[in-house]
């Protein structure tokens, strides 16, 4: 059987036009993936995400070369080619949303990194440290030493605290004291406060005069520490025996 010369020349021109359309998404594809590579090591992404974006990116272009492709040798029929993938898209989408949802969330947390490995943090009710962030959840260990797995797409929806990333903590107290005699210096309890070990030294604590009546005067005191409680516990002693004849109790 006679070959067509015109079926041959087209066949050919296809040939020539998907190998250049093959070298350009190759070369284009290499190029995003350094690039995406780069730019997500300026932000200081962990290792993993930038290998796994930088490999998405590549394979995306990659794909889009391979439809360029398919284009030029179906050419009539892509059109009902490409229909059925985007049908088939979308059924894997929806029958995976859930997984994908998450799987990109902790893309995100990874990117962005809003909170760490070992910080301590509260999302949706649950609060511990980060012992270790996937693509998929994140797990926290509790203080009472359970674990607990927080799918990431939790991190798009509720607010996250990251009780760690700020490591002072305010804390409060009353000073209730008879100011009938001698009126009591703000500084005279300042001073009482000045060598408390893990207080703060900026900001530094402060004293507000809340109200006075029947002779009593109430003293709002403020201060920063690291461990507040601990803190809070000393101050409490500290201004008992600056002032025995006051009253002091929590903020």
């Given at each position: 059987?006679?070959?067509?010369?015109?079926?041959?020349?087209?066949?050919?021109t296809?040939?020539?036009?998907?190998?250049?359309?093959?070298?350009?998404a190759?070369?284009?594809?290499?190029?995003?993936?350094?690039?995406?590579?780069?730019?997500?090591?300026?932000?200081?992404?962990?290792?993993?995400v930038?290998?796994?974006?930088g490999?998405?990116?590549?394979?995306?272009?990659?794909l889009?070369?391979?439809?360029?492709?398919?284009?030029?040798y179906?050419?009539?029929?892509?059109?009902?080619?490409?229909?059925?993938?985007?049908?088939?898209?979308?059924?894997?989408?929806?029958?995976?949303q859930?997984?994908l949802?998450?799987?990109?969330?902790?893309?995100?947390?990874?990117?962005?990194?809003p909170?760490?490995?070992?910080?301590?943090?509260?999302?949706?009710g649950?609060?511990?440290?980060?012992?270790?962030?996937?693509?998929?959840?994140?797990?926290?260990?509790?203080?009472?030493?359970?674990?607990?797995?927080?799918?990431?797409?939790?991190?798009?929806?509720?607010?996250?605290v990251?009780m760690?990333r700020?490591?002072?903590?305010?804390g409060?107290?009353?000073?209730?004291?008879?100011?009938?005699?001698?009126?009591?210096?703000?500084d005279?309890i300042?001073?009482?406060?000045?060598?408390?070990?893990?207080?703060?030294?900026?900001?530094?604590?402060?004293?507000?005069?809340?109200?006075?009546?029947?002779?009593?005067?109430?003293?709002?005191?403020?201060?920063?520490?690291?461990?507040?409680?601990?803190?809070?516990?000393?101050?409490?002693?500290?201004?008992?025996?600056?002032?025995?004849?006051?009253?002091?109790?929590?903020?």
């Open positions: 059987m006679p070959l067509d010369s015109a079926l041959l020349v087209d066949y050919a296809r040939t020539i036009w998907a190998l250049l359309v093959a070298v350009v190759l070369l284009l594809a290499r190029a995003v993936r350094r690039t995406t590579m780069r730019v997500l090591a300026r932000s200081r992404a962990q290792a993993n930038t290998i796994l974006l490999n998405l990116a590549q394979v995306v272009v990659i889009v070369g391979a439809l360029g492709v398919l284009a030029i179906t050419r009539d029929a892509f059109g009902w080619i490409l229909t059925s993938f985007s049908v088939l898209g979308i059924v894997v989408g929806l029958s995976l859930d997984i949802k998450n799987f990109f969330a902790g893309i995100w947390v990874l990117v962005e990194r909170f760490r490995i070992g910080d301590t943090i509260e999302v949706a649950q609060s511990g440290v980060v012992e270790e962030i996937a693509f998929r959840t994140t797990m926290l260990r509790t203080p009472d030493n359970r674990e607990v797995i927080v799918p990431n797409g939790v991190f798009m929806n509720a607010s996250v990251n760690t700020f490591p002072t903590r305010r409060t107290l009353w000073l209730v004291v008879d100011d009938g005699e001698r009126p009591t210096a703000a005279e300042r001073a009482a406060l000045a060598d408390l070990p893990g207080i703060s030294a900026d900001p530094k604590p402060s004293v507000e005069l809340r109200s006075v009546s029947d002779g009593k005067a109430h003293y709002l005191v403020s201060f920063w520490a690291a461990d507040r409680d601990a803190v809070s516990s000393a101050a409490v002693r500290a201004l008992r025996a600056r002032f025995p004849q006051g009253e002091v109790h929590g903020g």
